[in-house]
């Protein structure tokens, strides 16, 4: 509501200057009609309304022709005087009012809140609302742009809003400087379009990610909603009325890291199925088993102490405020950025460092200091913020723990692929270690330098048409045979099977041998060829028919076939 | 009282009174209607439309409607005068000036519009 109201107060203001002008117009056009003058022969002569209107506006204008269509007389250049003073006067009243106008911060506002309104109204694809463009917000952007994906972006920050509108992204993402607590801004923001598939909350207030919760469930019930919360309290009224994830930054980035020192290998897999499809892998990393120094017994630091300890693994903390964190007693006072402090916790015999402060600067004092005293250290290190990504690169930690990082690749793969982050749920859960190396390894040897696609195929018959009707005629596909190269079927194509969901049950690395059945959903990863030639197996009758040797059906015999098919069921 | 709502009323009443003095007498008789006449109905009837700018109603919305029909055809009567006395042979015929009072007849009618929503607007305001 707020830019009608904005437009009509600026066509209130115009009134005046606007009539001001016309009255200005009208005495000087009537004073030079009235006023009498004489022709080029010298004969009495008055201005008509045409010619007065055309000289008064030529010198309102102050462009001046001249005295035409005949020198004026003295009465006539006396009237003119006033003539030319007064529409001076006017102009400048009326072009300074709509100048000021133009800069007045409710008028700016009012025009990008409705280029920003009219932008998202015109999106056409699925789009994901962003509240909140902090560090997270911008990779979970940016992760979406890499995918394809369109998202809208509010923050309450003018500075971040300016960074998004800087960001130089591949597609076009609104952003908008608004308070996202504000149900009409989420409204502006298109919680009721329909192409809106899913809101992300993540900005660091939790009541305000509770509000727009609350309001994205309220007015739009079927949207994935997924908030972060730091707060377990927040979080579990969250999850109260039914919204769909909640991410807890803390107990994320914690878990990541103790499942980075006891599993590398499921970290890994995590790491490459979470990365925009196509860039870099990232080197598996292999933790050292024995006594490891924390630094830092924070929030972060207690839940990296408590994984740790489940794990087996001993860990002396440094601390610099014992009393206030509740630090264990044998804990060694200080920051950890001395040699002293260090030395005391045994870094010398020590096989690894957790920097894990809040502090940037420390952590990496803390990492160099360490280093010195023992340069075989395995290093890790907290991220505290994105802009220090330099600082970080250049000093060459073993494992960089971002937490921005890690809740934008958690947000993202929860909310464009659900059956890859219940895959990880259940790698994560996986005991034995031994099924998790081969696959990485698989993976590894699978796609080379470079991330993996995941997809989904559904046997439903919107998704995979072909498929869904040969199931329906009762043969049987395996899981093996729809991952046949469509145009040679002596070779597979190059993809891994990773999660085969039948009705509601979950199968972790399902056999190639296994039947499918209708509503299977499978999560493939492979290289992004694969993806699109199994697109074309599953939706295409007659590459089905090439790849499982089974009767081609198509076009209009296959529909009556399995019309018929139908009839005789029932 | 409003004082605003007094210039208001002033000023749509006049440019419906001026149009009238000009529309009356005989249609192609030039001497029955003044050009002063038309030039005052012109200005009022511009500041009649600036002064309904801005109005959020409804009935606003129509009363600028009405104004702006209003203006354009003054408007148009007045440069098909101005044309016929200064670019047309013969100067200012019977027939061009019967065209300039049907014109200046049709913004009369507007303007008599304009009125009677102002007096609509003025008696359901009294509830």
Not at chain 1, 438 to 448: H, K, Q
Not at chain 2, 96 to 102: F, G, L, N, W, Y
Request: glycine share 6%.
């Amino acid at each position: 509501m707020v830019m009608p109201t904005v437009f009509f107060l600026i066509l209130r203001r115009l009134r005046n200057p606007l009539i001001l002008l016309v009255c200005v117009y009208a005495i000087a056009v009537l004073g030079l009609t009235l006023i009498p003058g004489v022709d080029d022969q010298g004969r009495p002569w008055r201005m008509d309304f045409f010619h007065a209107f055309y000289f008064v506006s030529f010198t309102g204008s102050t462009i001046g022709f001249g005295e035409i269509p005949y020198p004026f007389t003295d009465e006539q250049r006396f009237w003119v005087l006033v003539c030319i003073y007064i529409s001076v006067v006017a102009w400048l009243y009326a072009i300074g009012t709509a100048l000021a106008m133009v800069q007045d911060p409710a008028f700016r506002y009012a025009v990008t809140h409705n280029s920003f309104a009219r932008n998202v109204r015109r999106i056409v694809e699925p789009f994901f609302l962003v509240c909140g463009y902090g560090d997270t917000g911008h990779l979970l952007v940016r992760g979406l742009v890499a995918r394809g994906l369109r998202s809208v972006v509010l923050d309450h920050n003018q500075d971040r809003i300016n960074n998004l509108k800087l960001a130089n992204l591949d597609i076009f993402v609104p952003g908008l400087l608004a308070d996202a607590a504000d149900p009409a801004n989420l409204i502006t923001a298109g919680l009721q379009h329909r192409r809106c598939v899913g809101v992300v909350a993540l900005t660091n207030n939790d009541n305000v990610n509770l509000k727009i919760a609350i309001t994205s469930k309220l007015l739009n019930p079927d949207l994935r909603v997924i908030c972060r919360s730091e707060i377990h309290d927040v979080g579990i009224n969250m999850e109260s009325f039914g919204t769909d994830e909640i991410v807890n930054p803390f107990d994320l980035f914690a878990d990541r890291l103790a499942m980075a020192l006891h599993s590398p290998a499921s970290y890994i897999i995590h790491q490459w199925l979470t990365s925009a499809p196509g860039s870099p892998l990232q080197e598996p990393l292999f933790p050292p088993r024995g006594q490891w120094v924390l630094c830092g017994y924070g929030r972060f630091g207690k839940v990296v102490q408590q994984y740790l300890s489940f794990e087996g693994v001993d860990a002396t903390i440094i601390e610099a405020d014992p009393v206030k964190t509740n630090a264990p007693d044998d804990a060694v006072l200080g920051r950890g950025t001395e040699a002293v402090t260090l030395r005391q916790a045994g870094i010398e015999q020590a096989v690894g460092v957790v920097a894990g402060t809040d502090d940037d600067a420390n952590n990496l004092s803390i990492i160099m200091t360490g280093k010195e005293l023992n340069p075989d250290l395995f290093t890790v290190g907290r991220q505290n913020k994105q802009e220090n990504q330099a600082i970080f690169e250049a000093a060459e930690l073993n494992l960089v723990m971002e937490r921005s990082d890690i809740i934008a690749r958690s947000v993202i793969t929860l909310i464009t692929n659900p059956l890859l982050a219940e895959f990880l749920r259940a790698i994560d859960t996986e005991d034995d270690e031994n099924v998790v190396n081969v696959l990485a390894s698989r993976i590894s040897g699978l796609v080379g330098q470079n991330v993996p696609d995941t997809w989904t195929v559904e046997t439903t018959k919107a998704a995979s048409p072909a498929l869904a009707i040969q199931l329906f005629q009762g043969a049987t596909v395996t899981v093996k045979q729809i991952m046949v190269d469509p145009s040679d079927r002596d070779h597979s194509l190059p993809c891994i099977p990773l999660l085969l969901k039948h009705a509601g049950e979950r199968q972790l690395l399902p056999d190639e041998e296994t039947t499918l059945a209708h509503g299977d959903q499978i999560l493939f990863c492979g290289h992004h060829t694969a993806a699109r030639r199994m697109t074309t197996t599953v939706v295409n009758h007659n590459t089905l028919a090439y790849v499982t040797g089974h009767q081609p059906v198509d076009g209009l015999l296959g529909w009556l076939r399995s019309k018929s098919a139908a009839a005789t069921k029932t | 009282m409003n004082l605003e709502k007094v210039i208001f009323a002033f000023f749509i009443t006049l440019a419906l009174t001026l149009n009238f003095g000009f529309f009356i007498g005989e249609i192609d008789n030039p001497a029955h209607h003044h050009t002063y006449e038309l030039f005052a109905a012109i200005i009022v009837s511009v500041i009649a439309t600036i002064m309904k700018f801005g109005d959020r109603s409804q009935l606003g919305a129509v009363l600028l409607a009405a104004s702006l029909v209003a203006d354009l055809q003054l408007i148009a009567a007045a440069l098909l005068w101005g044309a016929a006395v200064n670019t047309l042979d013969g100067g200012l015929s019977a027939s061009t000036m019967a065209s300039i009072v049907s014109l200046s007849g049709g913004a009369l009618l507007a303007n008599f519009v304009s009125v009677i929503l102002l007096v609509i607007e003025t008696v359901m305001s009294r509830r």
